[in-house]
């Protein structure tokens, strides 16, 4: 079998010496033995076809043919696969074949030479001559190892390197570019032999890219909601949650803030809700990391007000704020808590600062400059110790805010300037961005913390949108989901600091545009379930919460390899003066692992599964006399294994062996005629019932065409004429009865008369089938 990526018309024949091929809609012949191949059909109009080298192949991958299709506005490469299950070079696939060093010169040409060109194996490991390069792509420049030369040969490397990376017009929009050198050898995934040889072919993959995303039941939403604030700052999540309650920003005046309990679900009173009085529009918002009460809200007012909410929760209007911070001259549009210092906030604003916060105090402590335009983001570093930017000016930022209030790096960012979010991944060795190109559309760009102007590492470009995608990173897992407002997919990546960067997995998509998406604590996560991911979804009436599991058979263990340590985010490592003093920390980790719950990597290994027998056991051919001598043997030894006496056990002079043996062959032979009466008779009766059939193959046959020809089936029209029997007179009467009270002059409709007609039609001609029946019947058969 052979495969064909995509389908096209065209007709290959084998040979036995080689492969050719023919144009659309034309047929090769060739003298000598061959037979044809495959036949495709072509989407294009065929312009021309040229067939690729075959020094050019990925004969790792089976790949056995590559053709260039010419169309009007393309050129389209055809590979051709045969399906193998071993990962390794197939000799029979790939005999030696013509190489690329010349033979001889002109000169000796012209003299009368004669050579041929030295033959090459496509073997990987047994090539002479440098391989196969190919001007769409360039060059790659051999490393160090590849420089020296080997005695051990690499098996799972590809043959076909000009061919190894595809073109970037070939290039699938989710396939990422790498733009710099990668930062270690190994990505940390351990994989077996086999493994290792498919992702030398496939790539690597994510152990999450089977991840599925599950709304949950309606119990657990919170439904009703009316009046939101759907037009945030695009700089803003449009709503935050923590593990106990959500706030959000409502469309009426004053700037007021809805806060919901999570813990209570269900449908909320049409009455109006208890809400924060802020005075101004809000920009943005966010709760204080270490006090599940306390909430920072902006306001186009240039003013932050925190608000402490009861622990009961809200059940009041509140229209005085515990504290306000002042400073800022222009609109703030960003809020980040401090990650492991307690009371410490930043914010930016329009007026092109950053203002670092001691809230304890109710003051501005630092103030951070540089920017030259507006600021899309920030983010904390996982440490605390720097700050990273994303500006409209192009540029992207890191700062130690305690040590200078200018930037430490600086480097290019995104190329669109409608937006851009910037978060810390992997450990804080990397800063993922999340922009716009020049052609508007959403890519992300993944950066070295170390080099922040050395560009990017890698950039990934996934869609065209208008919005803004919003990053939510889960460190423990190295995943991101990604999604913008008004966006009805997640995308889900796997990120790792070296080549090749990001690796897909399933993404979630819901059937209605959501307004904001938040990734809640990772404590929230039903680890039995292996739940990784718990998120809220804020829909136009509606919060519902999403859960993203990860598909395991043995679930009754603990999958310690989904689920490490995870930093205690809720307890602050440091005071605000402390960390304002210089003062540096680590989180505290806590295990997710239930006390009653084994992990799965000490769990015992399952026993190997019962082999089947092989099937020669079964297809092995007996001849007859074994076949006799075992089931004598098998009936010899039932009737020796019986307890209770038979009347020949008490004759004397015969061997019980023997008589075992007789009336064995007794009933062997009475079973042998029994089964071959049997037999006559079964043929005998299947012919009869092939007879019967075919005769009534052919009367059902000639029903249904009359009935496709009429348009109504026989039971049809035996109802339209309320006629139980197929019966002449009683078909007459009835039609006659029926056509006249449906006339038009008595209130009837032509329509209803042409089916009266119609039934009478299709009656009459069942009636003509079952007459010639009966006289086929009736006649002789032929001898």
Known sequence: MIHLIPPWFCIFWDLGSGVSDAPAGSRLQAPGPGGKVTQCLLESVLQGVALVPRRALAVMGCEVLRVL????????????????????????????????????????????????????????????????????????????????????????????????????????????????????????ISTSPSQRSLQSLL?????????????????????????????????????????????????????????????????????????????????????????????AVAGEDARIRLWRVPPEGLEEVLTMPEAVLTGHTEKIYSLRFHPLAADVLASSSYDLTIRIWDLKAGAERLRLQGHR?????????????????????????????????????????????????????????????????????????????????????????????????????????????????????????????????????????SPDPHKGFILLPKTECDVREVEFARCLRLRQTSLEPVTFRLPRVRKEFFQDDVFPDTAVSWEPVLSAEAW?????????????????????????????????????????????????????????????????????????????????????QIIVMGVQVVGRAFARALQQEFAASRAAADARGRAGHQSAAASNLSGLSLQEAQQILNVSKLSPEEIQKNYEHLFKVNDKSVGGSFYLQSKVVRAKERLEEELRIQAQEDREREQPPKT
């Not at 012209?110 to 060059?139: D, E, I, M, Y």
């Not at 570019?177 to 190994?186: D, I, Q």
């Not at 075992?630 to 006496?645: F, H, Y």
């Open 580 to 664: 304002l003093g210089g003062a540096n920390g680590q989180p505290r980790l806590l295990s997710l692992q239930p006390p009653d719950m084994t992990p799965v990597s000490q769990a015992p290994r399952e026993g190997p599964a019962r082999r089947a027998l092989s099937s020669a056991l079964y297809l092995e051919e007996k001849s007859d006399q074994q076949k006799k001598e075992e089931l004598l043997s098998a009936m010899v030894a039932k009737l020796g294994n019986r307890v209770d006496p038979l009347p020949q056990d008490s004759f004397e002079g015969v061997d019980e062996d023997e008589w075992a043996k007789y009336l064995a």
């Open 69 to 188: 299709q010419l169309s009007d506005t393309a050129v389209v490469p055809i590979s051709y696969h045969v399906p193998r299950k071993a990962v390794e070079f197939h000799e029979d696939l790939f005999p030696d074949t013509a190489g690329c060093v010349p033979a001889s010169d002109p000169h000796a040409w012209w003299a009368g030479s004669n050579q041929q060109v030295q033959r090459v194996s496509l073997h990987p490991a047994c090539r002479p001559h440098p391989s196969f390069t190919s001007h769409l792509v360039p060059p790659a420049e051999p490393t160090p190892e590849e420089a020296q030369p080997t005695e051990t040969p690499v098996g799972d490397a590809d043959p076909s390197e000009g061919f190894s990376s595809p073109p970037s017009w070939l290039t699938s929009p989710s396939t990422p570019s790498s733009l710099g050198p990668s930062l270690s050898s190994t990505s940390g």
């Open 203 to 295: 790539g690597p993959s994510s152990k999450f890219r089977h991840a599925q995303g599950t709304v949950l039941h309606r119990d657990s939403h919170i439904t009703n909601l009316k009046g939101l604030n759907l037009t945030t700052p695009g700089e803003s999540d449009g709503f935050c949650a923590n593990w106990q309650r959500v706030a959000m920003p409502l469309l009426s005046s004053g700037g007021q803030v809805a806060v919901l309990e999570l813990r209570k679900p269900g449908r909320l009173p049409d009455t109006a809700l208890p809400t924060l009085q802020n005075g101004a529009a809000v920009t943005d918002l966010a709760w204080d990391p270490f006090d599940p009460h306390h909430l």
């Open 373 to 509: 335009d507006q600021i899309f983001g920030l983010a904390w570093s996982p440490d605390g110790r720097q700050l990273a930017t994303v500006c409209k000016d192009g540029h992207l930022r890191i700062y130690e805010p305690r040590g200078s209030p200018e930037p430490l790096q600086e480097g290019p960012g995104p190329e669109g300037a409608r937006g851009a979010r910037i978060v810390w991944v992997c450990d804080g060795h990397c800063l993922l961005v999340s922009g716009f190109d020049s052609r508007s559309e959403r890519q992300l760009l993944l950066y070295s913390a170390e080099a922040l102007a050395s560009g990017p590492l890698a950039v990934l470009g996934l869609d065209v949108a208008p919005s803004t995608l919003l990053p939510s990173y889960d460190p423990d897992t190295r995943l991101v989901l990604l999604t913008g407002k008004g966006d009805t997919r997640v995308f889900l990546y796997e990120l790792l600091p070296e080549a090749p960067f990001f690796l897909e997995c399933n993404s979630f998509t």
